[in-house]
C-alpha cells in the first residue's frame, strides 16, 4: 500500500522559513512527478509547486521566488523550501506523488504564519 507521510510544517512569523519534506512508503517504482498543493480555511486546494523525474519544475505565480521543490527520486522524497512566508501562506500543505495512472496524497502537514 502506498503512503506518503508529510512532516516539517509548523508556526513561523512572516519572513520566515519552514522546509516541510514527504516520504513515499510501500512502493517499489519512482514517482513520475511529486508536487505540493495547499487548501486556506475555506478555500479549494491549490497547486504549489511540482517535479518531474526528468527536473522539470512548475511553481504557482504566487511562490516564484519564495519556494524552491527538490526531489530524491531513489528516496521518493521531496522537499519545499518555503522562505519570505507570508500570512496568506498560511494553509495545510498536501504532499502529491503521481506514477503508474494513480494519484496519491499525504494526510497534509499545518503551516501557519502570523505574528
Known amino acids: 500500500q502506498v503512503q506518503l507521510q508529510e512532516s516539517g510544517g509548523g508556526l513561523v512569523h512572516p519572513g520566515g522559513s519552514l522546509r516541510p519534506s514527504c516520504a513515499a512508503s510501500?512502493?517499489?517504482?519512482?514517482?513520475?512527478?511529486m508536487a505540493w498543493y495547499r487548501q486556506a480555511a475555506g478555500n479549494e486546494r491549490e497547486f504549489v509547486a511540482g517535479i518531474i523525474s526528468g527536473g522539470n519544475i512548475r511553481y504557482a505565480d504566487s511562490v516564484k521566488g519564495r519556494f524552491g521543490i527538490s526531489r530524491e527520486n531513489a528516496k521518493n522524497t521531496v522537499h519545499l523550501q518555503m522562505n519570505s512566508l507570508k500570512p496568506e501562506d498560511t494553509a495545510v500543505y498536501y504532499c502529491q506523488g503521481v506514477g503508474r495512472g494513480h494519484y496519491y496524497w499525504g494526510q497534509g502537514t499545518q503551516v501557519t504564519v502570523s505574528s
Open positions: 510501500g512502493t517499489i517504482f519512482s514517482f513520475n512527478v
